[in-house]
């Protein structure tokens, strides 16, 4: 089954001569449970194709589809809820909130939709990303891996249709981004949990089912691993 459908999604900047096409009419999809890397290089497009993935930035031209639903035929309203409830989104410098602790930082998504948090899932949520003993840390007390780890609870607390992260180890040092790839991977097959990740790390992307190679704004290759 098809989580998510890419269609002929184009973003441009600038206007005349300083036009740029940061995004020039891609399409692809991506099955239900799939572990997908996109690659390319700084510039290439990448970054700004996962903000339109998220919902985060509006296209120029296109459709971003996910669970079949057209994504910009929303409201900016509406697509924010959706955003908060099927797109969990794991950024390169963590983005949690400073005055709240590991537990809060993670259900924020779920205490901003005034939806009550499963015990059940925060429990196995904590033990899987070695937080049991970190909860009521804010994030200033938190290494680097343990506050991209608190980042990836936020981003499957709400059980999402789809994971996006962009660049989640590129701010840690090979150890640290060893354990958040191996969390990522456990994510896919515990809960199958359909992943896509931005890097410009080739042995990052070669963990991955399949790699998508992303340059001046287009796919020039799609490639199973």
């Not at 194709?49 to 296109?62: A, I, Q």
């Not at 908060?84 to 949690?96: D, E, K, M, P, T």
């Not at 007390?141 to 059980?159: E, F, K, M, T, Y």
């Not at 660049?167 to 981004?177: A, C, I, M, V």
């Amino acid at each position: 089954m098809k989580i998510l459908e890419v269609k002929n999604l184009t973003k441009t900047y600038g206007k005349g001569e300083n036009r740029v096409r940061a995004v020039d009419d891609v399409d692809f999809s991506v099955d239900e449970g799939e572990f997908v890397a996109i690659v390319g290089a700084s510039g290439s497009g990448k970054s700004t194709l996962l903000h339109l993935l998220g919902g985060v930035d509006r296209p120029t031209s296109g459709k971003v589809l996910i669970d079949g639903k057209d994504i910009y035929q929303l409201s900016n309203d509406a697509l924010a809820i959706f955003r908060r409830r099927q797109v969990g989104i794991i950024y390169q410098f963590y983005n949690l909130i400073p005055i709240l602790n590991v537990k809060e930082n993670i259900t924020l998504p779920c205490d901003l939709d005034g939806k009550p948090v499963s015990r059940k899932r925060m429990e196995e949520l904590l033990t899987t990303l070695g937080l049991t003993h970190r909860t009521n840390h804010l994030p200033n007390q938190l290494s680097g891996g343990q506050q991209q780890r608190v980042s990836i609870g936020r981003a499957l607390i709400n059980d999402p249709a789809i994971i996006l992260a962009d660049e989640p180890t590129g701010n840690l040092d090979s150890k640290s981004g060893d354990e958040i790839l191996s969390l990522l991977k456990l994510s896919n097959q515990k809960y199958h949990q359909t992943i896509i990740i931005i890097t410009h790390d080739l042995e990052i992307a070669s963990q991955a089912d399949r790699v998508i190679t992303f340059e001046d704004g287009k796919i020039i290759k799609d490639e199973r691993m």
